[in-house]
C-alpha cells in the first residue's frame, strides 16, 4: 500500500526549482534532505512524470506524492514551544537548548511545529518550516515560514542581510568595551560586532562579560568561532573553548535575542525578541535588555 499526497502548485511570479519549492509542502517532508531522499527514489511525479532534483516548477502544476507505507511517519512529535508571534504567513517560537532545528533524527523543532502553530489559511499553506537555523545548543528565537511563498521571501531576507540579528553571550575574560571582529570562516569573510553590557567578577573564571552580538553575516558557528578568535570564548563552549575554562553540564551561554525585518507581505516592521534565559540572570541579575 502507498500513502498518496497530491498539491496544486499555485501562480508563480517566477520558475523555481521542485528541490527548492517543495520543501514543506507535503506534512511527511518538512527539510531539504527528506525531499531529496524522495526524489532519489523516484516518489515524486510532477504533471504524471518522475520528478528529479532538476526539475523546475512554473507554477500550476500537480505535483503528486507516492509514499511506500513503511516509509511513512506514524508518531508525531510531543513537543511544547512557546509561539512568540504568529499570523498567516509565519511564526516566530523560542528554541529550547538541546535539540537540532532540523535534520534526519526525530526530536527536531522542524517536527514540532505542525503540533504548536495554527494551520495557514491561505492557498498556498505549508508544512511550517524553519528558515534559518540556531545550534543544538542554543537558545533563543527562530523565525518559520508557513507558506511557500513565505519561506521564499524569508529565505531572501536572510540572503540580502535585510534581517538584523542580536544574540546574547556570556564571555569569558577582560574584553575591550566594544568591538568588531572579521576573519574568514570555510573561505568566506564573516563579521560580527559586539558591545559588553556588564562585566561580574568570578573565582574560576576571574571575569564574566554580558556582551551583545551583532552578526553581519551567517557563517556556521560563526559568533562562536569570532569570540575564540579574540581569546574570549563563550561560557559552556565545550568545542571553542580553552580547556583550563571549559564549563561542563551547564549548556552555551548563548542566546538569539532578537530579529527585526519588515514582514514581506503586510510591510509591517517587526522587533521580536526571545528574553533572555534564566540562567543569565543567575548571573547578571540587575540587567534589563
Not at 500537480?62 to 511544547?80: A, F, G, Q, Y
Amino acid at each position: 500500500m502507498k500513502t498518496t499526497q497530491t498539491h496544486i502548485v499555485p501562480s508563480l511570479n517566477q520558475t523555481i526549482r521542485l528541490q527548492e519549492y517543495g520543501v514543506g509542502i507535503f506534512d511527511t517532508i518538512a527539510t531539504k534532505s527528506a525531499l531529496k531522499k524522495v526524489l532519489k527514489k523516484q516518489f515524486i511525479t510532477v504533471n504524471g512524470s518522475i520528478a528529479s532534483t532538476s526539475t523546475f516548477i512554473k507554477g500550476g502544476e500537480t505535483i503528486v506524492l507516492n509514499l511506500p507505507e513503511n516509509n511513512t511517519i506514524n508518531n508525531k512529535l510531543k513537543l511544547k514551544l512557546d509561539v512568540l508571534f504568529e499570523d498567516n504567513y509565519l511564526a516566530v517560537i523560542h528554541k529550547p537548548a538541546g535539540i537540532l532545528v532540523s535534520g534526519n533524527t526525530f526530536k527536531t523543532i522542524a517536527n514540532a511545529l505542525s503540533q504548536n502553530l495554527k494551520p495557514s489559511t491561505l492557498d498556498d499553506a505549508t508544512q511550517p518550516q524553519p528558515v534559518h537555523r540556531l545550534d543544538y545548543a542554543t537558545t533563543g528565537i527562530l523565525l518559520i515560514g508557513k507558506t511557500s511563498s513565505s519561506i521564499r521571501a524569508l529565505n531572501n531576507l536572510f540572503k540580502t542581510r535585510a534581517i538584523i540579528k542580536s544574540y546574547y553571550a556570556i564571555t569569558i575574560g577582560n574584553m575591550s568595551n566594544n568591538g568588531s571582529i572579521t576573519t574568514n570562516i570555510d573561505d568566506k569573510t564573516s563579521h560580527s560586532d559586539y558591545q559588553v553590557c556588564q562585566t561580574v567578577i568570578s573565582k574560576r573564571f576571574e571575569t564574566l562579560n554580558l556582551v551583545k552580538l551583532n552578526p553581519k553575516t551567517g557563517r556556521r558557528h560563526q559568533l562562536r568561532k569570532h569570540l575564540f578568535s579574540i581569546g574570549h570564548p563563550i561560557l559552556g563552549d565545550q568545542t571553542y573553548g580553552f580547556e583550563s575554562l571549559i564549563l561542563k553540564g551547564k549548556g552555551l551561554y548563548l542566546h538569539a535575542y532578537s530579529l527585526a525585518f519588515t514582514h514581506p507581505f503586510t510591510n509591517t516592521h517587526l522587533v521580536l525578541t526571545s528574553q533572555l534565559p534564566k540562567r543569565f540572570t543567575k548571573i547578571f541579575p540587575d540587567f534589563k535588555a
